[in-house]
């Protein structure tokens, strides 16, 4: 009886399971096997080889690598400051006007990333909205910050700040507010309710947020290319110029797998440390 | 019994009929796409010819269905045409050395009918007449494209920081004055780049090179990423041009200064260098587009008629001034298609030096070891970043 429940249950899933197979495991398998094909080839005809990888080791590749590893690293813990106090807010102090907050946040997403961040192009270039206004209503001529680290560095906290803020919206939500109450109760500061009750419990959220900020930032490309013009050049702007300008697939394809693994690897040894289902309380 | 006669135990059964049915839909499906091939376009190319200002008059002349996909560097498209994208393609649209050198020589396109097309040719601007090197195969017996857009590409000045006379006279040298670092961009353009990245070297860049040139290259590279200020797309070389971030930027031309000099900024203008270490001590670079029907199995019909509809005087203006850029045209030489363009037009197009910007240019020609001043590039404009 319960092995015809599986095999039927197997039957129903499988047109997602074809699905996942077709839109996402294949074009993943497709990217692995170019990585091993001859340099600059344009098929999977080609004698395997591990020459896009021996050249990616005796490259400056690893330059790009720690510039999007150190950036998106940073993001994520800038973003945690700024967003545990938005989203402490969020839950607990703004009350009906959470909504409209949450709006403010959501409302730019239905933006693509590029307008936005050409709009702070004209914001903070030199004679622009910022340095142009403050020339002409107080006299100060500033340098510009724009095409510099700096200004990458705040593009990726203001690109993903959504993606550190609900996820920790509802880490903080999910906080019991008896527990906070039996803390105060039992005589605990607020500072220690805050580190000893309200930021253990909200983990889930923070830990979440910031696997989703750091895998998506390593990938950022936008902001180093509109906002740094090219002052650091990303993994990802190498995998790019692999694919167009060098039409060199294999060595893009085996550029992407490495930054796969590496960050596959990292999540998982954050994972492994940090026991998410505990967290969540599943078990 | 379910409501829609579907329960668990013929849900398979039901499951199999509707696959069956859709794959059945599908096949006739393709049967139809095949069919109306001659109602269909399908157009790769540089931004311009995908607009919706040349696309739709032919959309509704033709009642077709014209797609264009526009892309930004050549050595994409034609790689996409090696893919096996010469089933999709009908017209390739990319610059001048590609069609004679590359492209038809690996079967990926086909020839055009002279009789049809030369005539077209007598009514083009002076030196690009009949029979037009760049649009004839390598034997001169074959017509492989049309042309139409051109222009020479070297580097950009803002005129009030860096004079035009200035900017001619030192040429490439700008760009090697350690002063300026600080001063200048670079557009992300990076196949255009590694020939001038050659020209401030001080060397042609359509040639095999020696092992001391590529070291010289290298060494160059380096330098001109570590000084440039920034690097970018048109629209932000322009918008730092008018902000007063950058004096001047390669690689740059009619192409890229056009839509701010279309918007006023007359001090924006394109430089083609009085001299270079090119055959004839020539200094600039220019390009010329060169469409061409793709060896497509089930090639279009509407492919040559579409080539046959660029050349109108009408037409052929809003290609020059289609979305995004804008561009001379060899068309130009039919008084017909010059007095559709305003004064202000010519001035965004630099009509007043076009001429001896193109007599001072070589034509834009494969770089024999692109790949390996490319890969040099590439890593000095990261380990510019890294320094």
């Excluded at chain 1, 409209?100 to 730019?108: A, N, R």
């Excluded at chain 1, 724009?146 to 959504?162: A, C, D």
């Excluded at chain 1, 702007?237 to 085996?254: K, M």
């Excluded at chain 2, 199999?16 to 049967?31: C, D, L, T, Y």
């Amino acid at each position: 009886m319960s092995e015809r429940r599986i095999t039927a249950g197997a039957w129903s899933a499988s047109p997602v399971i074809l699905f996942l197979l077709i839109g996402f495991a294949a074009p993943l398998a497709a990217i692995i096997v170019f990585s091993f094909m001859p340099p600059r080839t344009f098929g999977f005809g080609g004698q395997p080889t591990f020459e896009n990888y021996v050249t990616i080791f005796e490259s400056t590749t690893y330059i790009s690598l720690l510039w999007s590893l150190g950036f998106a690293a940073m993001t994520v813990v800038i973003l945690a400051f700024i967003c545990y106090p938005v989203a402490y807010g969020l839950v607990r102090v703004f009350g009906r006007w959470s909504t409209l907050v949450t709006l403010l946040f959501v409302i730019p997403l239905f933006v693509s990333e590029n307008v936005r961040l050409y709009g702070w192009l004209l914001f903070f270039i030199k004679n622009g909205v910022l340095l142009g206004s403050l020339k002409s209503m107080f006299g100060l001529d500033l340098e510009s910050i724009l095409f510099t680290r700096g200004i990458v560095l705040f593009g990726m906290v203001y690109v993903y700040i959504p993606f550190m803020l609900f996820p920790l919206t509802l880490g903080i939500s999910m906080v019991p507010n008896e527990t906070r109450e039996a803390a105060r109760d039992l005589g605990a500061t607020r500072w220690q309710v805050f580190r000893e009750v309200e930021l253990p419990l909200s983990l889930p959220g923070l830990m979440i947020g910031s696997l989703l900020t750091f895998v998506l930032a390593v990938g950022a490309i936008a902001e180093a290319k509109v906002l740094g013009g090219q002052q650091i050049i990303p993994i990802a702007h190498d995998i790019e110029i692999a694919f167009t300008y060098a039409q060199n697939w294999p060595l893009g394809a085996a550029l992407s797998v490495l930054l796969m693994l590496i960050v596959g690897a990292l999540v998982l040894l954050v994972l492994r440390r940090v026991d998410l289902d505990r967290l969540l309380g599943r078990r | 019994m379910g409501r829609n006669g579907i329960n668990r135990r013929n849900f398979m059964q039901q499951s199999a009929m509707f696959a069956a049915a859709f794959a059945a839909g599908s096949g006739g499906m393709f049967r139809q796409a095949q069919a109306a091939r001659e109602k269909e376009l399908n157009i790769l190319c540089w931004e311009g010819y995908n607009s919706a200002e040349v696309l739709d008059p032919f959309r509704t002349e033709m009642d077709a269905t014209v797609k264009a996909e526009s892309l930004t560097n050549d050595p994409t498209m034609i790689n996409r045409l090696r893919a096996g994208e010469t089933n999709v393609w009908d017209l390739i649209n990319v610059n001048n050395p590609w069609a004679r050198k590359i492209m038809y020589p690996e079967g990926l396109i086909k020839p055009l009918d002279k009789a049809t097309f030369e005539p077209y040719f007598a009514n083009m601007l002076p030196g690009f007449e009949w029979p037009y090197p760049w649009c004839m195969s390598e034997d001169g017996s074959e017509l492989l494209g049309m042309i139409q857009r051109f222009g020479p590409y070297s580097f950009v000045v803002n005129t009030d920081k860096v004079s035009r006379a200035t900017a001619e006279d030192v040429g490439w040298d700008l760009f090697n004055d350690p002063a300026n670092a600080g001063k200048y961009g670079i557009l992300e353009s990076d196949d255009w780049n590694v020939f001038d990245i050659c020209l401030i070297a001080g060397f042609d860049p359509f040639r095999d090179h020696t092992d001391d040139e590529v070291a010289k290259f290298a060494e160059t590279a380096s330098k001109v990423f570590k000084g440039a200020k920034v690097v970018g797309d048109i629209a932000t070389m322009n918008q730092a041009f008018v902000a007063g971030e950058i004096d001047f930027h390669m690689t740059g031309g009619v192409y890229s200064a056009s839509p701010a000099r279309a918007d006023g900024f007359l001090n924006i203008r394109g430089i083609t260098p009085n001299k270079g270490p090119m055959p004839g001590g020539k200094g600039g670079v220019a390009w010329i587009e060169v469409t061409s029907l793709v060896n497509n199995p089930e090639l279009s019909p509407l492919a040559s008629k579409f080539l046959e509809y660029v050349q109108d005087p009408e037409v052929s203006h809003t290609v020059a001034f289609a979305e995004g850029t804008f561009n001379p045209v060899t068309q130009m030489g039919d008084p017909k298609c010059f007095e559709l363009f305003t004064p202000d037009e010519l001035e965004a197009i630099q009509w007043d030096s076009l001429g001896e910007e193109m007599a001072k240019s070589a034509e834009y020609d494969i770089v024999p070891d692109y790949d390996k001043l490319l890969d040099l590039m590439t890593a000095a404009k990261r380990e510019a970043s890294g320094g």
